[in-house]
């Protein structure tokens, strides 16, 4: 009998095991890979699946040394991990993708800024280093002006929008040790995302660009492919997501969301180096999803096909409803399966609570508009026990229990 060490396969090490973990740990399931984890608690959503779990927070470098021993690569399913502690473990001898050169323009803002200049579009910015710099940001490119925090910020945390100066605001972020930079707030028709794999090798893989659907800061759908894109513009898209990989050295994923400015141009907005959210439509929706793509790529396998498997896929993202709904989750996707028996589900193991991401569902189709719908549908259920169309499993809608024919 095997030791409960031997490992046939490569092991690779996620930092951090929240939903990001987790669906990787099902792709390396299929792959035969071990996926280990390293959770800060024992509830976190990959921790709970996951045979190989290592408790331990990123900050702490004697964690990282003993969770790194015996993994193939080290990869992240977050980008706050501090700079130093990986820099240790390159020093070590690990395999850490993406490295830590390339993270950093994922971890920071106006580094990421700064470098992207000379290979994209980017919005004018300045950082902030008083309160005044605000007003003098306003005044040269006018108001409203998008205020960030330079490293932590996401899902719309740490980005205030500025109608006017607000001195005593951006004095007490300040003050309390927030380093801060300001963008003019660009004019646009929607919000685009370009998602790439890149391996060691140098070998590169390209997903259809998506359009990303944002309330209150947060993505709430992923529509896939954007409709309406001109293909030149998608190709225009991907070609800078791939070129931008390539510059930064980026080994793994790399999700580039973009602004579609009125005027036409693409703008980048935001990077990412790991799975992202507007790719969790490709479990379901590309040949090959994020996830297995992350993994070939860290270990330098052959990339896989990225060929969408439907004419229309949309993601929707299950969030926490204001108000915690009397139905739990299993009864809720009860009467969801009844009524759409074709959705796919994919829930986090996350407590639920107002906003938070919790799950997302994935329909596909032919026709944008009614994929869309379902997904809606689906997602709004799932987060309110409610059907936004006046549908009700407890007024009329019968749960069908004729046979599903094929």
């Known amino acids: 009998m095997d030791s409960p060490d031997f490992h046939p396969l490569p092991v690779v090490g996620m930092i951090g095991a929240g939903q990001l973990a987790r669906m990787t740990h099902q792709s390396a399931i299929a792959l035969g890979q071990s996926l280990r984890v390293l959770a800060v608690r024992p509830d976190d959503p990959a921790a709970v699946v996951c045979a190989d779990v290592r408790a331990g927070a990123a900050t702490d470098l004697a964690a990282l040394r003993e969770f790194a021993h015996g993994c193939a690569a080290v990869t992240f399913d977050h980008e706050q991990v501090p700079q130093e502690n990986l820099r240790a473990l390159v020093d070590a001898g690990v395999t850490v993708h993406p490295h830590p050169d390339a993270l950093l323009h994922a971890q920071d803002k106006l580094v990421m800024r700064r470098r992207l200049e000379a290979l994209a579009t980017v919005p004018r910015f300045a950082e902030i280093r008083e309160a005044d710099d605000v007003e003098r940001f306003g005044a040269e490119h006018g108001w409203p002006v998008v205020l960030k925090a330079v490293r932590g910020g996401y899902d719309g945390r740490g980005v205030w929008m500025l109608d006017g100066p607000a001195p005593a605001q951006v004095g007490e972020l300040l003050a309390a040790g927030t380093p801060l930079m300001a963008e003019e707030a660009v004019p646009m028709r929607r919000e685009l995302a370009a998602l790439v794999a890149r391996s060691p090798y140098g070998q590169a893989a390209a997903w259809p660009v998506v359009e990303t659907v944002q309330e209150d800061g947060q993505c709430v759908q992923v529509l896939a492919p954007a409709p309406g894109l001109a293909e030149d513009v998608a190709v225009e898209a991907q070609e800078l997501a791939l070129r931008i990989a390539s510059e930064l050295g980026v080994t793994g994923l790399l999700a580039v969301e973009l602004f579609e400015r009125t005027d036409g141009v693409l703008v980048v907005n935001e990077l990412a ?22 993994l070939r790529a860290v270990l330098d396998y052959p990339l896989g096909a990225t060929a969408p498997t439907a004419p229309a896929v949309v993601m929707a993202n299950v969030l926490g409803a204001v108000t915690l709904p009397a139905m739990t989750v299993d009864e809720r996707l009860h009467h969801l399966f009844a009524r759409f028996p074709d959705v796919k589900v994919h829930l986090y193991g996350k407590a639920e609570r107002p906003a938070r991401k919790v799950g997302h569902v994935t329909a596909l189709g032919t026709d944008m508009a009614e994929v869309r719908r379902r997904a809606g549908l689906a997602a709004a259920w799932l987060s309110t026990a409610e059907w936004p169309d006046g549908w009700s499993p407890h007024t009329g809608g019968a749960i069908e229990r004729e046979v599903q024919r094929v």
């Open 273 to 294: 180096m790991r799975p992202h959210n507007s790719g969790h439509w490709t479990i379901e929706g590309s040949r090959t999803s994020q996830f297995e793509q992350h």
